[in-house]
């Protein structure tokens, strides 16, 4: 019977798509997980083919492997994990994929050996992705480019780049942080560095690079003032495995995927400690209203901050076993000195460098007394990093903070 009923019901698939393929419309079985159908017309490509049907003229777009009906190509920027995690993505959806590394030796092993030489080097990429470190074969052709540099080194990568980056071609970002020198976010550095002429994205979420290549499911959110963009890579990236929801709230979204990679050195400390799963759960609750707090003092949403770009990636940054912060974090907790962590790793921690930036952020943008016992965490975080105190020393000044209510009035932010 079970067997019968599957039978008619790939029959009758079949016959829509038959049907719909006649008036030129893509249909895809895995759009379940797509709450409604986004296509729009992205004024923004240049390079788009167009497919009429009768007097009308529309857009497809596949997210179920299968290329698009239009030509796409797109350039990824940077060689780390999520670097190839991204650009794994966007092969698996049949889309030309270039990744612009700095050495052309590691370029020349990904092209001939599918994988990397020191970065998942277990993982096959999809033999599809090309490697180059020169910049003008990577970019010249380049329909999207995705950036996914950390935060502390994008501004140089971009200025020797910046050159061979074709007008109007939009940016999307997958760097989380906060720029140590000037204090912006990815949003200002792109801007000050490629111009404001051109539309951009940012993508955050819980996602573990390894996770996204072996096929795992994973959810995330785009940013980005230009609706249009959003949805469009949003439809370019989503797949059976890859969901990807929109939204225009770009602070939010720059915020959370900042915020939290503190609040897990945090997390990671109280782990090494040995402190427990009450412990754990309060510091990281407390450490989303922190960062809730912060993100209404600038100007976030507070939906941004409790979806996935903030409390989500929070979650998995914090108790997930491949973060990288909760790892440093841990052996920090564990009586390892900075220098010994560093000189043992060459995985980069994107929380070190951005709460030593976070603090002077806060006492730059947000007004009021005390801000040290409005952000305990965040600040208590940096005081550790900076050798001010040490894990045991931060908990105890968590502990015995002076009372008060758990939430905050709202009508009172630091501006």
């Known amino acids: 019977m079970k067997l019968q009923i599957f039978t008619i019901a790939v029959s009758i698939l079949h016959l829509v798509n038959a049907f719909t393929s006649t008036k030129s419309l893509a249909i ?12 729009s017309n992205p004024n923004h490509l240049s390079k788009i083919t167009a497919t009429k049907s009768s007097s009308t003229t529309s857009l497809q777009m596949s997210n ?17 994990n999520f670097a190839l995690a991204l650009a794994t993505v966007v092969a698996r959806q049949k889309i030309p994929t270039t990744m612009l590394i700095r050495d052309e030796e590691t370029a020349e092993y990904i ?28 970019l010249s052709d380049a329909t999207y480019i995705i950036h996914a540099v950390p935060v502390q080194y994008s501004r140089a990568f971009l200025d020797k780049v910046k050159d061979h980056v074709p007008a109007g071609v939009p940016v999307l970002s997958a760097s989380k942080g906060i720029e140590t020198t000037s204090l912006g976010f990815m949003v200002d550095i792109l801007k000050e560095c490629l111009g404001e002429e051109r539309s951009y994205a940012f993508l955050s979420g819980p996602s573990f690079a390894r996770e996204i290549c072996e096929g795992v499911a994973t959810a995330v959110v785009i940013a980005s003032e230009d609706f249009l963009l959003a949805d469009d890579l949003a439809d370019m990236l989503s797949s059976d495995n890859f969901r990807v929801f929109t939204t225009q709230d770009v602070v939010g979204v720059e915020i959370g ?50 979806g996935l770009s ?45 709460s030593k930036a976070l603090v002077r952020m806060i006492k730059k943008r947000c007004k009021g007394y005390r801000l040290d016992l409005k952000y305990p965490i965040l600040f208590g975080v940096a005081d550790i990093l900076e050798g001010r105190q040490t894990p045991e020393d931060g908990l105890k000044g968590l502990m015995t903070m002076p009372m008060r209510m758990e939430s905050f009035d709202e009508k009172y932010l630091d501006k």
């Open 28 to 39: 895809s079985t895995t759009s379940f997980l797509s709450s409604s159908s986004r296509i």
């Open 64 to 80: 179920n492997g299968g290329p698009p009906p239009y030509p796409v190509r797109v350039a990824v920027i940077g060689g780390g």
């Open 111 to 138: 092209n001939k050996n599918h994988s990397h030489p020191r970065y998942m080097p277990d993982i096959t990429l999809p033999s599809s992705i090309r490697a180059t470190s020169d910049p003008e074969t990577a």
């Open 257 to 306: 995927g900042a915020l939290k990679n503190v609040i897990a050195l945090a997390a990671g400390m109280c782990e090494g400690l040995g402190l427990g799963t009450n412990a754990m759960s309060g510091l990281v609750t407390r450490g989303c209203a922190e960062m809730r707090r912060l993100g209404m003092t600038l100007g976030a949403r507070p939906s941004t901050i409790s």
């Open 310 to 354: 903030g409390v989500g990636d929070t979650f998995g940054t914090c108790f997930g076993p491949l973060s990288r912060n909760r790892k440093f974090g841990y052996r920090l907790g564990k009586g390892e000195t900075m220098e010994e962590i560093l000189a043992s790793t060459t995985e980069v921690a994107e929380g070190v460098e951005t």
